[in-house]
């Protein structure tokens, strides 16, 4: 997880929401992703979307089963479509998102009869990735980021 509080860190410098991902397999990181949305001009450009593109590509196959995925922020259900249609076989997030959580702050997606239901733990390191959005969201309010620093 501090692996993916460091890209979070590394999206807020860029202008970015402040959102990491690092996708873990075997205890090696296999895929790696922060937000690029305003970069790419890519409502797809997530964290967790790089991230399991890159774990795929790194071990071959574009089923994750043995891999635990490490995230900032609680997916959003795009995010965590993903989760389920790459089988990621772990996931693990830092803070709540109560306007667009999938894994139960708004819906639990894994809650539904799909083919695949990960194993979930939210709240790791949860008050450093909520300082985090909240640090950013405060000089996004106040005209600034990190760019302007």
């Known amino acids: 997880m501090r692996q993916a509080l460091a890209l979070a860190r590394r999206a807020g410098g860029e202008g970015e929401v402040p959102v990491g991902c690092v996708i873990v397999r075997d205890g090696v990181v296999v895929g790696r ?18 991230a399991v593109a890159e774990a795929c590509k790194a071990v071959g196959f574009w089923r994750l089963p043995d891999c635990a995925m490490y995230v900032t922020l609680e997916p ?37 009869p799909f083919n695949h239901k990960p194993l979930v733990t939210g709240g790791v390191l949860a008050e450093e990735s909520s300082e985090l959005l909240t640090g950013f969201f405060q000089k996004l309010r106040e005209g600034k980021n990190d760019r302007d620093a």
């Open 33 to 50: 992703g922060y937000n690029s949305r305003e970069r790419e001009q890519n409502a797809l450009a997530h964290a967790e979307l790089t």
């Open 76 to 112: 959003c259900p795009m995010c965590a479509g993903a989760v389920i249609n790459a089988r990621v076989g772990e996931l693990i997030y830092g803070a709540s998102d109560p306007k667009a959580g999938a894994c139960g702050s708004v819906i639990d997606l894994f809650a539904h």
